[in-house]
């Protein structure tokens, strides 16, 4: 059973460093948004209750910002629905992360308009959300940009691996996995605030740099696989 389970190929999608980035860049991008420009981008839960905070204090421009942080969020969640239906090739949720890539890079180019920069990260952050829904830390299914069900999952793996005797392994797999996408998230959140606290809104190019990562790694992955594939059905033939 170990020899399996260490031995399996994963889909480039579901590799552990991949899932170790998407871990950091979701605890940074909320952390940079919030203390950079006001709003939530990702954790639209987080948005929803602060926007009634917001209301009940009359802070119109809080008000403004998490609005158009919820719309734009739905409306690249939705572009990105539509998307995957028109795309035909195997590489495009790397295509479907280029515009998120783009926007995180070119942001501290442009003039500081909150209403603008909030829109455009959400927009684009909500192409990725549903392009890699899904998504696995290895065969663990876990929660992209957010940690709140992943640290539930860690808390429930953690349980079960101390109670039970029989599968201990896989569940300490579990385990580990859910507690590196916490760890991950909780690092990301961190590293965003120092970033911040020195470099202001050009902190945002951290997460420039990790989304790079994640789609050079994620790409190279699937022409590998690609190419096995082909390889495959030659032999085969």
Partial sequence: ERTHMYNVIFLPQHRRIIAVFWGIIGGA??????????SLVALQTGNIILLVS???YQNVEGVVLRCLSILFFTLGFLTGMVLEKWEKTPFWRSYNTCPFLTVTFLLPLLPPVPFLWVSLIAYTAGIVMISFRGIQIESEPYSLFMTSGNYQKMLISWYR???NGHNRRKVRRQAVN???MVGSFVFGALSSAGFVHFFGSKAIWFITVCTLFVLVKYTGDVIALERAKEGFKRRNR
Avoid at 29 to 38: K, P
């Fill in 178 to 180: 859910y507690s590196i």
């Fill in 29 to 38: 991008l909320d952390v940079y948004c919030q203390l950079e420009l006001g």
């Fill in 54 to 56: 917001d209301i009940q």
């Fill in 161 to 163: 691996c101390l109670r």
